[in-house]
Nanobody, 124 residues
Framework: QGQLVESGGGLVQVGDSLRLTCAAS????????MAWFRQAPGKEREFVAA????????HYADAVRGRFTISREKVKNAVYLQMDSLMPEDTAVYYC?????????????????WGQGTQVTVSS
């Protein structure tokens, strides 16, 4: 059994920044590839960013590359998503996910654990 808890969401204005945190209670957390997904109202859940279990590789969706940064802190069992230059189209519920594989997946199916999500709203 494992648990992921997201925090850090909120209501911000265009151009602002937010930092999301995912606190993980997963055995052998260091062996999991971690990712952030998001889901806007009426849309499917989409990949945002991921970081390999080694921390050596990251991958971003085209829509956020250059604005968002994913990082992890194994000692604290935490993953972060630094979001800069936020835009209204970034408005969504953001989910943290964990995948016990050696590959970075952009699909939702391979991920073993999911958090409950945190709302990010960007107002224009």
């Amino acid at each position: 059994q494992g648990q992921l808890v997201e925090s850090g969401g909120g209501l911000v204005q265009v151009g602002d920044s937010l930092r999301l945190t995912c606190a993980a209670s997963i055995r052998n957390f260091g062996s999991y590839t971690m990712a952030w997904f998001r889901q806007a109202p009426g849309k499917e859940r989409e990949f945002v960013a991921a970081i390999h279990w080694s921390g050596a590789t990251t991958h971003y969706a085209d829509a956020v590359r250059g604005r968002f940064t994913i990082s992890r802190e194994k000692v604290k069992n935490a993953v972060y998503l630094q979001m800069d230059s936020l835009m209204p189209e970034d408005t969504a519920v953001y989910y943290c996910a964990a995948d016990q594989s050696s590959y970075i997946h952009v699909e939702t199916a391979p991920y073993d654990y999911w958090g409950q999500g945190t709302q990010v709203t960007v107002s224009s």
